[in-house]
């Protein structure tokens, strides 16, 4: 059972910029492919980004590409999110969450585990 704990949400103007952290524990973090998913108000979860495991390849959703970087750092079992020029449209709850499969999504349905999420804010 791996447990995700997000960190580095928080209020911040527009054009800023927050890093988002997530640490995972209770599993080998090199066997899952990592994603960062967003809920807007009124909205449904939506991808964010995906890194596959070992850190080949990541994924990003349209409307953060350019902006947005994930990383990830397997001798520290941490994901993060690196959010630049940030617009009002970002701000949502932040999940951080693992997939054991064997191909990289970007659905949320296919990954297995989630972290309890974090507030990112953005005023204008």
């Known amino acids: 059972q791996v447990q995700l704990v997000e960190s580095g949400g928080g209020l911040v103007q527009a054009g800023g910029s927050l890093r988002l952290s997530c640490a995972a524990s209770?599993?080998?973090?090199?066997?899952?492919?990592m994603g960062w998913f967003r809920q807007r108000p009124g909205k449904e979860r939506e991808f964010v980004a995906a890194i596959r495991r070992g850190g080949a390849n990541t994924y990003y959703a349209d409307s953060v590409k350019g902006r947005f970087t994930i990383s990830g750092e397997n001798g520290k079992n941490t994901v993060s999110l690196q959010m630049n020029s940030l617009k009002p449209e970002d701000t949502a709850v932040y999940y951080c969450?693992?997939?054991?499969?064997?191909?990289?999504?970007?659905?949320?349905?296919?990954?297995?585990?989630w972290g309890q999420g974090t507030q990112v804010t953005v005023s204008s």
């Open positions: 209770g599993g080998t973090f090199s066997n899952y492919h």
């Open positions: 969450a693992a997939d054991r499969g064997y191909s990289l999504s970007t659905r949320s349905v296919d990954y297995d585990y």
